[in-house]
């Protein structure tokens, strides 16, 4: 297996990276109150000499339910902004590379240890999955305040020296909400029975990131088909679809897609073996991240359910990038186990490669 093309430099606008591998977002909930601690700094500094970008775990906007879990880092407030000014550093000591995923997780249901945030979650119906409410549906004033706390956090992002921001909108999560019909029955201008009208809500979320921290500054949008709350939704049933749902969010000024799917490798529409950054690459012709089981021979849901997963060969995602279909490829469980992993990947040395163990998210090695 020859990996030497996942080792070219990469240049995008401001972005200057020395390899194709990114540290993919990991949600850990290490932070308490919202605070990164010098351990979270310790832990993204580990990894900053091995991949070329580091996106952070998920980190919640200013909204006062943006959040579902009580460790989970804020992007908002002196305290925790602090210690993103401590984990940025520390990762530019290091020679790393990094930008923070900016996050609103929108309608979920309570955290296992039953703690709640201080208002109702809010989504833009109100519902948790099809048909079950769990939260409210947010006013235009809630709707017009959430774009400008994304467009605050990309600001802050920025001032501290974060290199580029990436914005959640996948997995069930708030923006992904508005995207998804089960989710979205508004009837003013946020909804409709177009992906395209969908897409309004996420279109003005990347305008607003965009106006705030300028042109030369990248900015990543994450996306999915997938959702845990259904692994089955489709969100665009063919290329056609989903050229309607991307150009509007390439408009409003997305520079990389990072488009996540359980499995790499898994064609997203019959007649073609394009996963979804392949299509999205095709449609829109801007960079793509490719990610989902990268390295692993099991997808990550499951591990978070305890099956073991171990590694598994490059040799089908060297000939997908090598054709074209992606620019960067994200590592998740692969990292989060073993700070090494893209050194050793680099050098062949693929008999020291670790397993995946669900112990690992118990830790911040």
């Known amino acids: 297996m020859n990996v030497d093309a996942l080792f070219r430099p990469f240049s995008l606008k401001s972005l200057n990276l ?30 900053a000499g091995e991949v070329g970008l580091i996106i952070s775990e998920g980190t919640v906007v200013d909204r ?23 984990v940025i550093d520390g990762v530019h000591e290091a020679g790393g590379v990094m930008a923070p995923q900016i996050w ?20 833009p119906s109100g519902f948790v999955v099809p048909g079950e409410s769990g ?22 992002a920025k001032r501290l020296g974060f290199d580029a921001v990436e914005v ?16 979205n029955k508004r009837t003013d201008r946020y909804g409709g029975a177009s992906l395209a009208e969908r897409s309004r809500f996420g279109a003005e979320v990347v305008k607003a990131v965009r106006a705030a921290v300028g042109e030369a500054f990248p900015v990543i949008l994450r996306l999915s088909q ?25 408009d409003a000024g997305v520079d990389i897609f990072h488009c996540s799917q359980r499995r790499f490798w898994q064609p997203e529409f ?32 499951a591990a ?26 994200a590592v998740g469980r692969a990292l989060l186990s073993d700070p090494q992993w893209v050194t050793k990947i680099r050098d062949g040395r693929s008999e020291q490669l670790h397993d995946f163990t669900r112990a690992a998210l118990a830790t911040l090695w």
């Open 18 to 47: 020395k390899n194709r591998f990114v540290m993919a977002p990991m949600t850990r909930s290490f932070s308490p109150a919202g605070v990164p601690t010098p351990e979270v700094a310790a832990y993204y500094r580990r990894r």
């Open 64 to 86: 006062p339910a943006s959040s579902n879990d009580p460790d989970v880092p804020h992007f908002y407030g002196e305290q925790s902004l602090a210690g993103w000014k401590r």
């Open 168 to 183: 959640h909108g996948a997995h069930g999560y708030l923006i992904d909400q508005f995207f998804w019909a089960g989710l």
């Open 304 to 329: 978070f359910q305890g099956e073991s997963s171990h590694p598994s060969p490059l040799d089908d995602l060297v000939r997908r990038f090598e054709r074209g279909d992606f620019d960067l490829v």
């Open 135 to 156: 939260g409210v549906a947010m006013s235009g004033a809630d709707i017009a305040d959430t774009i400008a706390a994304f467009g605050r956090a990309a600001a802050d």
């Open 226 to 250: 997938w959702k845990p709350q259904d692994f089955a939704v489709k969100l665009a049933k063919t290329p056609e679809e989903l050229a309607s749902w991307l150009t509007p969010l390439s």
């Open 270 to 301: 019959e007649g073609s073996d394009l996963n979804l950054a392949g299509w999205a690459k095709k449609l829109t012709g801007k960079a793509t991240i490719t990610v989902g089981s990268v390295g692993l021979s099991g997808e990550f849901i």
């Open 104 to 123: 609103h997780v929108g309608v979920m249901r309570p955290h296992e240890s039953g703690w709640l945030p201080s208002a109702p979650f809010e989504g």
